[in-house]
Structures are given as structure tokens and as C-alpha cells.
């Protein structure tokens, strides 16, 4: 994009990311208010009619408003601007750990251990606090992300670690669900999910196992030639230890990276939060006690 692009109250600097349902740009304020750069989240205009997807951009908006935590990006404002919805959010200046893992798979290099670890314990809270959210009323809102992949997590070049995308999420807020759609990045679903089984947090935690095993080993977990073969290795999950393939992942982590793995959900971490304390003891490995690894 070489000129701004007037939208609202907004300028629209540079589009950051597109998705099946809609496109997001980093923006600026154009009426005078606050001057940190924020992000933009736009519904597709060729999607603008479709009613389903549009209940989805305006759940998902709805949704967030009700998390409170500094891993999840708040909602700054939902709008519509002529035929456009519209989510602001906090814009994050860095990279989603996709890109990040693609660069280091470029230049044969894998994140350190601790760094993994660290990640995992902020994404894996961030998830408890939108797993437990209730409503005012005291109602769990029984939310599951259904989507945590590396596209989905962002990494500040400040060091934070947010939690994005909840919008294909499941809550008891949604007010429409297709039953039997699968939407989501396949290599990431649980085999509960591939098998169209009703998912809970323990779902999340799988993906998030998925996520921290391919951090760890600088590889794809579940890869084939067409989305039917990626889907039947989910749906087995039949995992290899970490430390078969990073011979400097010990075996206690490999431990905790496999129950996060396991094709049963009983038999994984019953929440995010047992995963999230699990992986404490290495995120501070070469560093001093309490003392977060340098992100």
C-alpha cells in the first residue's frame, strides 16, 4: 500500500493480514485522539452480505470484549462504515510465531528450550483466562478457541506474547453455530475436532502441544499431501518424543509436550493452567529465578 487509505476515524497504513473472512491493516487515528498506531480488523467486502460469516466478525468482537488479560489483544472498538464491520484493536508491533518459525527453519536454527517453554507459559495462560471467563452474571462462558496455531500467536518486539483470532472460537455467547463445518488450519485441530466430536479446552491444549512440538524440533508435526492425509495423521496422533528429534529437549519437557499430545482428552492436561505450571520449571533454564528469558 503506497498512500493511506481514509476509513472512518482511520487511516488505513498497510494491510498485515488477510484471512478467509477478513483483512487487517495497521492504522491511525485521522480525528486528532490517541496517536498510537492501532490494528484494523475488516470484514472482506465480497463477504459483506453473507449473513453467516458477518454473525461470526460481530460474535467474535462480542466475545473478546469479555477477556481482560494482557495476552489477549483488547477490542478497542466494533464499527461499521457503510457496508463495512469493523473490529480496532491493539496493535502489536512484531511477528506471529509463523513467520518467526519459517525464519528460523530458513536459517537451520531453532529457538532456544527456555524460549519455547516461555512462550508455551504465556500462551497457555492466556487461554485459561478466556477457558474460565464468566459472564456478570457468574455463567461460564465456556469459551475454546478452536484455532491456536502459529499464525494466531504474536510475538511483540517488546517481548510480550498475545493470543489472537478468536474467530471461529466456541462460546455460549455464539449465536449461531453450523454444526458439522470444520473451520480452522488442520494441522492444528485435535483429533476430537477432525472426528467432529464436541471439543473443550482440553482441545486448546492439544494445539497448543502442537504448536510448542514443532518450536522445539523445527518441524512440521502433522504434514501430508493433501488436507484428507493431514487429517488422518491427526486424527491417529501418533506423536514422536521431542527429544527423539532435538536431542537438547529433555526428557522431563518431551514428558510434559507429550500429555498435551495424547489423542484422548482425558488422558492430556485437564487445563491450560496444569500445562501452563507444567512448563515453569523451563522457562527460566540458563536464566536467573523469576527472571523471564530475553524475548
Known amino acids: ?9 482511520y487511516w488505513l497504513l498497510d494491510r498485515i493480514a488477510i484471512g478467509g473472512m477478513a483483512e487487517v491493516f495497521v492504522a491511525a487515528r485521522r480525528d486528532g ?5 492501532c490494528a484494523v480488523k475488516r470484514i472482506l467486502p465480497t463477504l459483506a452480505e453473507d449473513e453467516e460469516l458477518l454473525t461470526m466478525f460481530l460474535d467474535e468482537a462480542r466475545l473478546v470484549a469479555q477477556l481482560d488479560h494482557p495476552g489477549i489483544s483488547p477490542i478497542l472498538e466494533l464499527g461499521k462504515i457503510g457496508e463495512a464491520y469493523f473490529i480496532a484493536l491493539e496493535y502489536v508491533a512484531g511477528k506471529d510465531l509463523r513467520a518467526l518459525s519459517a525464519r528460523l527453519r530458513a536459517k537451520g536454527e531453532r529457538l532456544p528450550v527456555p524460549l ?31 484455532d491456536v496455531s502459529p499464525a494466531n500467536v504474536l510475538v511483540g518486539f517488546d517481548g510480550g506474547v498475545r493470543v489472537i483470532d478468536f474467530g471461529i472460537a466456541e462460546a455460549s455467547i455464539r449465536t449461531r453455530r453450523r454444526a458439522g463445518v470444520l473451520r480452522g488450519k488442520f494441522a492444528y485441530m485435535s483429533p476430537e475436532m477432525v472426528r467432529g466430536l464436541p471439543v473443550d479446552r482440553r482441545s486448546d491444549v492439544f494445539a497448543l502441544g502442537v504448536v510448542l512440538h514443532e518450536l522445539l524440533t523445527g518441524e512440521r508435526l502433522f ?18 518424543s521431542p527429544s527423539a528429534r532435538n536431542p537438547a529437549v529433555p526428557e522431563a519437557l518431551s514428558s510434559v509436550i507429550m500429555k498435551a499430545l495424547a489423542r484422548e482428552p482425558e ?29
Open 1 to 9: 500500500m503506497r498512500e493511506p487509505i481514509p476509513f472512518g476515524r
Open 33 to 37: 485522539g490517541d496517536a498510537r498506531p
Open 116 to 146: 519455547v517453554a516461555y512462550l508455551g507459559w504465556r500462551v497457555a495462560d492466556a487461554l485459561d483466562h478466556a477457558h474460565r471467563k464468566r459472564d456478570a452474571a457468574g455463567t461460564p462462558l465456556r469459551i475454546v478457541h478452536r
Open 223 to 240: 504434514a501430508g499431501p493433501s488436507e484428507l492425509a493431514v487429517m488422518e495423521k491427526v486424527r491417529a496422533a501418533d506423536v514422536p
Open 267 to 295: 488422558g492430556r492436561w485437564a487445563s491450560a493452567s496444569e500445562l501452563r505450571d507444567a512448563l515453569v520449571p523451563w522457562t527460566h533454564a540458563g536464566s536467573p529465578p523469576g527472571e523471564p528469558p530475553a524475548m
